[in-house]
């Protein structure tokens, strides 16, 4: 007669807690990807940018303006220009509209720096859940 034992141990938490650090980690990485690559396309000029195109800035202060945050909680991360720096300026420039008594043509610069992004995203997440 041949006997067997075995021994389990249920690891679900850790795993579950491993598997939300790692997605919180990568959640950061993939928003500071894109805000650097945001902060990249605006260029420094006095002219503006042709509509269709990046704005650009003359001082520097809406590429200094663009940060992120992860929500934890939420697990979420937020990109965008910053209020109550020059985020309204951002707004305009991304989506157009009226500004300060102007109307402001589509500058887009965080869609097309996510969309440039977009394929790297996946392996912002690929071995986040590392064992100890």
């Known amino acids: 007669m041949v006997g067997v034992r075995e021994k389990t141990k249920d690891e679900t938490a850790k795993v579950r ?40 800035t003359r001082r520097g202060q809406l ?11 939420e697990q979420r991360a ?14 305009a420039h991304e989506h157009g509209g009226p500004f300060r008594g102007g109307n402001y043509p589509k500058r887009p610069f965080m869609g097309p720096a996510l969309e440039k992004i977009k394929p790297r995203l996946p392996k912002e997440w690929a071995d986040s859940i590392k064992g100890d």
């Open 17 to 56: 807690r491993k598997a939300r650090e790692g997605s919180i980690r990568s959640l950061g990485h993939a928003a500071g990807a894109i805000r650097l690559t945001a902060r990249r396309s605006i260029k420094r000029s006095k002219n503006a940018a042709a509509p269709g195109q990046p704005p650009h």
């Open 63 to 73: 590429k200094n303006a663009i940060a992120y945050a992860v929500e934890e909680q």
């Open 78 to 91: 937020v990109v965008g220009s910053e209020f109550p720096g020059v985020g309204p300026s951002g707004m």
